[in-house]
Every structure is written in structure tokens, then in C-alpha cells.
């Protein structure tokens, strides 16, 4: 099994730029999440989703755009790059089922310049 | 102020040496994870606690809930280098599961053979 799998791997943008981060997991979750890490801040929530066509906001949501149109594929658009986007992204997914388990995508790193 | 703080910061000891790592959290703790992150890669789930004064060991780590202390620590006997890395703790805070964690700020542990 592949799990959840994020690219690309690393990114520069310029401000201004658009991108789009991918996300896919082949586990079946009705559950994904976007999060960002930055140094010494731990992981923030940015968007979540309980299934395709349902999304939410998490914590850091300004600047970030999400769709879920089927199970397995999350992406995460930026549609204007901002300097304090730079970050370390994680893609995770989890069943939903009772006290379920994130199983996380190895990060995409962005930089924006 | 973080609603889960993480003790220390950052720690490094000497290879075979014991270590403890604690989760603070300023809200009921309905379960805690721990997970671990290697430089440049995704986070590995590690272990789940969900009832007070529950305890799990996998290999030389353990982890522990108290639910009066709303606390979690992460004890390593006999420290690896392979051991080495970020140690996340991520709490949910409802009773429903919503699938949402708040993580910790993260604790770096160095191993020094």
C-alpha cells in the first residue's frame, strides 16, 4: 500500500504565483486534513474534510483554497503566494471510525520568494 | 499560550541513557497521540491513549495518560541514535469524533553514540 502521497516533494514560488499541492491516499478514509509546520509551531490545521464533497476550515485557513470531489484525492490550492506561506505541508488521512489514527503523506516543502 | 505544550523543547543525550518527554495540555483530553518525525519526512504514528492512567509500550518507548494532570509523558530506556528525531503529541479535545487534532510544538531529541 502506498498510504497517502503528497507531491511535489519541494516547491519554490514566487509571490503571486498559484500552485496547487497534491494529495492522494489509497486507505479508503472518509477522513483528510492539510496541515502546516512550521519551526518550533507544530502542526496547524488548515482545511479538513469528512468526506468528497465536504470541507471545513481549520485553524490557518486564510490563503488556502480545498475540494474534495473523491475519496481518495484532497488538493490544497494557494492562489496568491505569500512570503509567510512558507512552510512544510502534511496531507494526512484517518478512517473516522471511532478513535482513529492519522496516517500522514511525507510533506511537500514550499518556499515563496 | 499553546492549548498542548511539550517539555522540553529540545534534548540530547547520551546513547543508553533514559528520557522523558511531556505533553501538557490546558483542556480535557479525551485521547492522546504520540507521533514521531524524522528530519525531511512525515510522522509516524507511534501509540494512542484514550482513558486515564492507560500506559503503552512498543519496544523501549512508553507512554502514559493522566487524566487528572490532563498529561502524557513519552519515556525512552536505554536511548539509540535510531531514536533520534521529533516527538509530537496531538490531543483531541472533544468527545466527538470530529477527526480534528491540536498538536504540540514538538520536542527534537538527539542521541549522541
Known amino acids: 500500500n502506498a498510504g497517502v502521497t503528497q507531491t511535489p516533494k519541494f516547491r519554490i514560488l514566487k509571490i503571486g504565483q498559484s500552485m496547487t499541492l497534491q494529495c492522494a491516499q489509497d486507505?479508503?478514509?472518509?477522513?483528510m486534513y492539510w496541515y502546516r509546520q512550521d519551526p518550533g509551531m507544530g502542526l496547524k490545521l488548515i482545511y479538513y474534510?469528512?468526506?468528497?464533497?465536504?470541507?471545513d476550515k481549520g485553524e490557518v485557513p486564510n490563503g488556502y483554497n480545498v475540494s474534495r470531489s473523491t475519496t481518495e484525492d484532497f488538493p490544497l490550492r494557494l492562489e496568491l503566494a505569500a512570503p509567510s506561506q512558507t512552510s512544510v505541508y502534511f496531507c494526512?488521512?484517518?478512517?473516522?471510525?471511532?478513535?482513529?489514527?492519522?496516517?500522514f503523506g511525507p510533506g511537500t516543502r514550499l518556499t515563496v520568494l | 499560550s499553546q492549548e498542548l505544550e511539550q517539555s522540553p523543547q529540545s534534548l540530547i543525550v547520551q546513547e543508553g541513557k533514559n528520557l522523558t518527554i511531556n505533553c501538557t495540555s490546558s483542556k480535557t483530553l479525551y485521547g492522546l497521540y504520540w507521533y514521531k518525525q524524522k528530519y525531511g519526512e512525515g510522522l509516524i504514528f507511534l501509540m494512542m491513549?484514550?482513558?486515564?492512567?492507560e500506559e503503552k509500550s512498543h519496544e523501549k518507548i512508553t507512554a502514559k495518560l493522566d487524566e487528572k494532570k490532563q498529561q502524557s509523558s513519552l519515556h525512552i530506556t536505554a536511548s539509540q541514535p535510531s531514536h533520534a528525531g521529533i516527538y509530537l503529541c496531538?490531543?483531541?479535545?472533544?468527545?466527538?469524533?470530529?477527526?480534528?487534532?491540536?498538536f504540540g510544538q514538538g520536542t527534537t531529541l538527539q542521541v549522541k553514540p
Open positions: 491513549l484514550q482513558k486515564g492512567g
Open positions: 494526512a488521512s484517518s478512517s473516522g471510525l471511532g478513535w482513529d489514527t492519522q496516517y
Open positions: 486507505m479508503n478514509h472518509n477522513y
Open positions: 496531538g490531543a483531541r479535545h472533544g468527545s466527538s469524533n470530529t477527526g480534528k487534532l491540536i
Open positions: 474534510s469528512v468526506g468528497a464533497g465536504i470541507t
